[in-house]
């Protein structure tokens, strides 16, 4: 079992920055794939940006490319979401997930093994 703590959220003005952690309760080597999802009311839960252990490779959703980066330290069991140049539409709930598969297939489709309990980002000025 791996518990997910977020921090970093907070109230940013338009064009700022912020820059989330993940930290796990254990290890990060035992989870391949690694995530973070946003949730906005009246809105589903869409998958912002996700990293792989094997390669380290990553994906971004179109509406973030350019705009943020995520990276992981597995010597210190945390994920990192960069956050640049936000937007009011950024707001949202933001979820760290992680899934111990050798695939991303359960991370992309939102069925991840673990999930963090959320931090808020307001964008407004």
């Known amino acids: 079992q791996v518990q997910l703590v977020e921090s970093g959220g907070g109230l940013v003005q338009p064009g700022g920055s912020l820059r989330l952690s993940c930290t796990a309760s254990r290890s990060l080597f035992i989870c391949n794939a690694m995530g973070w999802y946003r949730q906005s009311p009246g809105k589903g839960r869409e998958l912002v940006a996700r990293i792989s252990n094997d390669d380290f490779s990553t994906n971004y959703a179109d509406s973030v490319k350019g705009r943020f980066t995520i990276s992981r330290d597995n010597a210190k069991n945390t994920v990192y979401l960069q956050m640049n140049s936000l937007k009011p539409e950024d707001t949202a709930v933001y979820l760290c997930?992680?899934?111990?598969?050798?695939?991303?297939?359960?991370?992309?489709?939102?069925?991840?093994?673990?999930w963090g309990q959320g931090t808020q980002v307001t964008v407004s000025s």
């Open positions: 997930a992680a899934d111990e598969a050798p695939n991303l297939y359960a991370i992309t489709a939102g069925k991840p093994d673990y």
